[in-house]
């Protein structure tokens, strides 16, 4: 999914609540008009997002809640399908998968992480 600089930025959480391979930091977001979970992880030092969506079946990928990492804290994996992802690049490196994750681009800026809207991707509207 393309973004530019113009399209507009969302806090989300301060850098520290992203931990190494630690726990995810979840929310809301409009996907291609559909309401949709996504979740952020910090690997190898870098914030990374995506739709908490597995690419075999559209299913949440989390095995508890905001626990995407596998035990070793290199892989993201599928709890459902066991499918294993990369962390930095949501490309599906084994198991059940069609493609890759659908990433959300961020933004870490003065101890803030925001996420970047793009053309199918939206904050939920209350």
Not at 45 to 71: I, K, P, S
Not at 98 to 120: A, N, P, T
């Amino acid at each position: 999914m393309e973004s530019s600089e113009q399209d507009p930025l969302y806090p989300l959480c301060n850098s520290r609540d992203l931990v190494d391979s630690g726990l995810a930091v979840s929310f809301d977001v409009v996907y291609a008009g559909q309401t949709c979970r996504a979740f952020a992880i910090r690997y190898q030092g870098e914030a990374h997002a995506y739709l908490n969506r597995c690419a075999h079946v559209a299913m949440e990928m989390d095995w508890q809640q905001d626990r995407f990492f596998d035990d070793s804290g290199r892989w993201l994996i599928c709890a459902s399908h066991g499918a294993i992802y990369e962390p930095a690049t949501g490309a599906c490196r084994s198991g059940p998968c069609r493609g890759g994750l659908i990433k959300i681009g961020l933004v870490e800026c003065d101890g803030v992480v925001h996420w970047r809207s793009q053309y199918l991707l939206k904050p939920p509207l209350f």
